[in-house]
């Protein structure tokens, strides 16, 4: 079974930064793109950025210039730099992955991390 697991959020004051990761565990799989969403307080959830196994980056506009998403294929591992953060950036934040399995090859699947809370306040 395959599981996204997250880490690095928490509380930061405006104009701070936070490095979010997520990693993908488990065995027999192979992971395609990888992405961040997040959902705001009582709003839906988002598209945030996007890699593919290339390097290939997308990002919301709302967040250009100022997040960076990367990874490292051999640890099966996405990373979401942000800097410069402001109060609307405050949202859970979802690691998604799109992951082909050993019981379906050649089949992508999305595949969700279980959220980790970013806070930006004075």
């Known amino acids: 079974q395959v599981q996204l697991v997250e880490s690095g959020g928490g509380l930061v004051q405006p104009g701070g930064s936070l490095r979010l990761s997520c990693a993908a565990s488990?065995?027999?799989?192979?992971?395609?793109?990888m992405a961040w969403y997040h959902q705001p307080p009582g709003k839906q959830r988002e598209l945030v950025a996007t890699?593919?196994?290339?390097?290939?980056?997308n990002y919301a506009d709302s967040v250009k210039g100022r997040f960076t998403i990367s990874r490292d294929n051999a640890k099966n591992t996405v990373y979401l730099q942000m800097n410069s953060l402001k109060p609307e950036d405050t949202a859970v934040y979802y690691c998604n992955a799109r992951i082909s399995t050993t019981l379906a090859p050649g089949a992508y699947y999305p595949y969700w991390g279980q959220g980790t809370q970013v806070t930006v306040s004075s």
């Open positions: 890699i593919t196994p290339g390097g290939t980056t």
């Open positions: 488990g065995s027999g799989f192979i992971v395609y793109t």
